[in-house]
């Protein structure tokens, strides 16, 4: 099973568009009507679709940080720095990420892009 993502508001058209294109499962919130939910209830709706949420949002970031310091399940974060993770680069290692990982491989989880 390859990893399912989902897109916050955060991410550019462009990177999930491209991995739409090349076959991947990638969800935005925009499309899932949950554009304007606060983050904690964003990590709750990813968690309930089991996909791993990717973002590029530092606020989010802190509350999935916050909810690993106290232990509330989430399904996973991939983050990537809006300036410092480039939209080629963020596509690259997603579409990696989707081929070869398991959804179990992110669960409570926080990735890095760009990865190692």
């Known amino acids: 099973m390859s990893v399912a993502l989902y897109m916050d508001v955060h ?6 568009r491209a991995l739409k294109d090349r076959g991947f499962d990638a969800l935005t919130a925009q499309e899932d009507g949950t554009r ?3 983050d904690d209830q964003l990590l709750d709706r990813a968690r309930t679709l089991g996909r791993v949420l990717f973002s590029r949002d530092e606020d989010l970031l802190r509350e999935a940080q916050a909810r690993q310091t106290s232990g509330r399940s989430f399904a996973g974060v991939i983050y990537a720095h809006q300036l410092r993770v ?3 680069r963020c596509i690259a290692d997603l579409e990696m990420i989707a081929k070869v990982c398991e959804p179990e491989d992110f669960r409570d989880r926080v990735e890095y892009l760009p990865l190692r």
């Open 11 to 16: 991410v550019p058209a462009p990177i999930t």
């Open 36 to 38: 304007k939910l606060p």
């Open 86 to 88: 480039t939209i080629g």
